[in-house]
Each structure stands twice: as C-alpha cells, then as structure tokens.
C-alpha cells in the first residue's frame, strides 16, 4: 500500500515538472513559502505579526529562560547563600529576581525585534481582554501567589495543613504550591487557595512543635506516680525538647480509668507526629509494667429489671454457693 502512494506522488509530481519544469516549480515554492514567511498576519501597533518574527521572538524567550536561570543560579550560590537568612526568605528573594531579570530581559526582546513600549500597552490590553474572558483563574493563582511571596504567611520548608491536607511546602511557583506529604507524594494546591480558606501553619513563628499523647491508668494509680513515670519517659526520648519542657496534665476521671496527657515539646519530628508518639507509647507501656501501674480494660456495670425463673434460679444457686464457701 505505501509503495502504491509513493509510485503516485512520484508520477504526479513527474507529471508536474515536466509541464512546468523543474526549476521553475522550485522558484515558484520558493517564492510562495518566502512570502508565506515574512507576511504579516495580525498587527499590533505599528508592528506586524509574521511567522520569521514569531520564530526570532521564541528563540529570544528561551535563550532568556536559560539566562535568567543561569543569572537566578548564580545570585544564590555567590550571594544569598552567604548571607545570615532563612531559607523561605531567600527563595523569595531569588523568585523576584528572577521575575525582574526576566521581566526585564523581555522587554529588551521586544524592543530589539521593533516592538516599541505603546505596541506592549495595545499587547496588554489584548491580554487583559484574555484574561476577562476566560483567564481569571489562572490570573487569582497568580496574584495569590504574589502575595504569598510578598506577606509569606507560608514559606518554603514550613509544615502547613490547608483542608484535609497536611505536608511540608517544598515550592511556591506563581500559579501553585508544592505540598509534601508524610506519605512522600507531592501535592500541588492552587495558590488561590491559601489565600481564600483557612491555613493552619505549624511553624510559623519557630520550628518547635507540641505533641500530646492521651492515655489512661487503672483507678488504683498514684495519680503523682503516674506523672512522675510520665515526665521520666519523657525526658529520655532524644527527640523530645528540654525547652519548653514538657507537662502531664491530668484530664479527668474516665469510665473506668484515670485520663492523662504527656505533652511534648519536639524539633526534630515536627513532620513525624505519629511516630514520636509512638515511641513514647512503647516505652510508657514499659515504665508501666516495670513500676506495677495498671492500664485498665474498659468496665461496664449491667443492671438487669427483669430475670426469668431459671436465670433466677441459676444466680441464687451460684450466690448459695459463693456464702458456703465463704463459711467454710
């Protein structure tokens, strides 16, 4: 079948050069797709939009990419990384560097293919129709994440929880936001997001997280025993801050246990709650077993209004029983 095509196209276009001939026909494409090349299609201001310019502007755009990424690079490695501040800050600051050089860089662009500032104004105005049209979502992310760079209620690094979601922020890029979970799968939330709903940020103002642990002791516990086996355990767990130290409270009086809580103060497992609870949870269950303090089966008293005869007849059979040998 393909070579039956390839034997037709090679017969017409025979037929073609030898009606036309061959230098001729390649004169004449040459021509048409020159002027396919270089005619303007669309105008913006005093410019006009062909296919040569459209091509030259692509090739400038992404040699300006690799050079702002490069420029971007260098600024953080020789500069940024040498100065006393904080990581979210200094990826704000080489985001907008990056935002201006490239900004920059553009206009430049623009400016040397012949597209002159009152041309960008007539572009912006076309893309604010865009955008009015139908860009808006993508234009709030954005602006939400300008302010997420600007007001930095989250930062790179920070361990945040937004709805149901709950992970380490690893990027905040201009429509979106990274978000790492415990379970190391990357979730990428709109930027409108943390701008519009309510953000729980765990380490906002320092890297020190509390972390409670609830259990329950048997009726019969020394409740300062109790805290004071709790505090021990406490203080032998490597990660467990001395500062803030930590606390027992004493909850209140359960079904069929005496509730505490251990609260601990950590820096090392901000992002592992549940696995420094855990910790603590193997070796409370240790400390109590080696001291004698009971962890209670729950209790329930059952009170019965009406028996049959036999029930009856069983349960007195079993307390006559129980009061003869209590007697003997």
């Given at each position: ?10 017969l017409l276009a025979w037929r073609f050069w030898g009606v036309y ?96 500032l009152d041309s960008l104004l007539a572009l912006g105005a076309a893309?604010?129709?865009?955008v009015g049209l139908g860009l808006q979502t993508i234009a709030k ?188």
């Amino acid at each position: 079948m393909l070579a039956f095509v390839a034997l037709v196209a090679a017969l017409l276009a025979w037929r073609f050069w030898g009606v036309y001939g061959v230098s001729q026909s390649i004169d004449s494409l040459g021509r048409d797709a020159a002027e396919l090349w270089i005619r303007p299609y669309v105008h913006i201001g005093d410019v006009g939009i062909t296919p040569a310019l459209l091509v030259e502007l692509l090739v400038l755009v992404l040699a300006l990419g690799v050079v702002t990424r490069l420029l971007r690079s260098a600024f953080s490695t020789r500069l940024l990384n040498r100065l006393p501040i904080e990581p979210g800050t200094r990826y704000v600051i080489e985001r907008f560097f990056s935002y201006a050089v490239f900004g920059f860089g553009l206009i430049v662009v623009l400016q040397s293919i012949g597209v002159q500032l009152d041309s960008l104004l007539a572009l912006g105005a076309a893309i604010g129709i865009g955008v009015g049209l139908g860009l808006q979502t993508i234009a709030k992310n954005f602006a939400s994440g300008l302010i997420l760079l600007l007001e930095q209620p989250i930062r790179v690094g920070d361990r945040i929880a937004v709805g149901d979601l709950l992970g380490d922020v690893i990027q905040i890029g201009g429509r979106s936001t990274w978000v790492r979970t415990n379970e190391n799968v990357v979730i990428i939330v709109p930027n409108a997001e943390f701008i519009e709903s309510r953000v729980v940020n765990w380490t906002a103002s320092d890297r020190s997280v509390r972390i409670n642990v609830p259990l329950g002791v048997s009726y019969g516990s020394d409740p300062e025993r109790v805290k004071e086996i709790l505090l021990g355990v406490a203080r032998l767990h490597p990660d467990v801050n001395n500062r803030p130290a930590s606390d027992v409270v004493f909850t209140g009086f359960g079904d069929s246990s005496l509730d505490f809580e251990l609260r601990i103060w950590t820096t090392k497992q901000v992002q592992t709650p549940k696995i420094i609870a855990s910790d603590l949870y193997f070796a409370i269950f240790k400390a109590f077993t080696e001291a004698g303090v009971e962890i209670p089966f729950p209790q329930r008293d059952l009170h019965l209004k009406t028996v049959s005869g036999e029930a009856k007849s069983a349960l007195g059979g079993q307390k006559q029983a129980r009061d003869e040998a209590a007697k003997a």
